[in-house]
């Protein structure tokens, strides 16, 4: 069974504070992502990452950054976090080549005030 | 660009009655296309893919390239049918990694007693 845990449930950060989300899976997968789920918008892709080190832009980067140190970790950074970030965060990876789905962690709601 | 459109944020059945939840794409080539379900305080998991042309829990979807339509079908609604339902799409032209989904917005089905 794929295991992807997300630091934490719940989150509740100030105006202005840099926030780390963190997310860890331990299936060897190549592809992580990170995407924030809000109602009537659906999931939106913030960035994803196909290997170590590598990082690619999803559709609404700005404001965020990632980092993928470790094939297993796979960081959300918000470098001034702002209440339009205000979100549920959603981690997923995706493995072997023949297979595009995905496994979600179990989201972190952050709370910006 | 790729585009995934599901016209319905709220479905309400009743028990016992038939559910389509639908999805129509936009999309050059062949996709890859797939139901995403999410039920209360649980992750975002995989129902099924339609190049697998399984049913799961009875639901059932057919690729339909005329209509570029994947609509998900139940014959008889269940109470824990209720959740909200994500159709995506993945495909060789999704990007720098193609393991990238692009998700449409979701439609909460809600089946009633």
């Known amino acids: 069974d794929v295991k992807v845990t997300q630091s934490s449930r719940y989150l509740v950060k100030r105006t202005g504070e840099k926030v780390f989300l963190e997310c860890v899976q331990d299936?060897?997968?190549?592809?992580m992502f990170w995407y924030r789920q809000d109602p009537g918008l659906g999931l939106r892709l913030i960035y994803f990452s196909y290997d170590v080190k590598m990082k690619e832009k999803g559709d609404i980067p700005e404001g965020y950054s990632v980092s993928r140190e470790k094939k297993e970790r796979f960081s959300l950074i918000l470098e001034s976090a702002s209440t339009n970030q205000t979100s549920m965060y959603l981690c997923?990876?995706?493995?072997?080549?023949?297979?595009?789905?995905?496994?979600f962690g179990p989201g972190t709601r952050l709370t910006v005030t | 660009a790729q585009r995934v459109t599901q016209p319905e944020k709220l479905l309400s059945v009743f028990k016992g009655a038939p559910v389509e939840l639908k999805c129509n794409y936009s999309?050059?080539?062949?996709?890859?296309l797939f139901w995403y379900v999410q039920y209360s305080r649980q992750r975002l998991q995989l129902l099924l893919r339609?190049?697998s042309r399984e049913s799961i829990k009875g639901f059932t979807a057919d690729l339909n390239k005329g209509e570029t339509s994947f609509h998900l079908k139940k014959p008889f609604a269940q109470e824990e049918d209720s959740a909200m339902y994500y159709c995506a799409l993945s495909g060789p032209d999704s990007g720098a990694g193609s393991y990238q989904l692009t998700f449409g917005k979701g439609t909460k089905l809600s089946v009633i007693p």
């Open positions: 997923a990876t995706a493995g072997p080549a023949y297979s595009y789905e995905q496994y």
């Open positions: 339609h190049i």
């Open positions: 999309y050059s080539g062949s996709p890859e």
């Open positions: 299936m060897d997968h190549e592809n």
